[in-house]
């Protein structure tokens, strides 16, 4: 078992920042990648940007350029930095991680970007 706990959700107007970080405890040596889903309102959960370990993080088209996602290489904490928000960025914000193709979750943090 894996837990994760998100924190770093707030409000902000558009073109500010947010930082969001992932706290991981239990099975950490275990985790394959960690990263950052969101879901808004009405529309399926997506993914924002993934970290495999060993390998080169992957990002949504929607935020390339404006988000960075960065792990530690202890497994205990997944980081996503945001710029430059949007309104289309208001969600609620997931943790990720997988062992051996089973996801675990994080209770979720809300991000509101206002126009």
């Known amino acids: 078992q894996v837990q994760l706990v998100e924190s770093g959700g707030g409000s902000v107007q558009a073109g500010g920042s947010l930082r969001l970080s992932c706290a991981a405890s239990?099975?950490?040596?275990?985790?394959?990648?960690m990263g950052w889903y969101r879901q808004a309102p009405g529309n399926q959960r997506e993914l924002v940007a993934g970290a495999a370990r060993g390998g080169r993080p992957n990002y949504a088209d929607s935020v390339k350029g404006r988000f960075t996602i960065s792990r530690d290489n202890a497994n205990t904490a997944v980081y996503l930095q945001m710029n430059s928000l949007k309104p289309e960025d208001t969600a609620v914000y997931y943790c990720n991680a997988f062992i051996r193709g089973r996801p675990y979750w994080g209770q979720g943090t809300q991000v509101t970007v206002s126009s």
């Open positions: 239990g099975r950490i040596f275990d985790i394959d990648t």
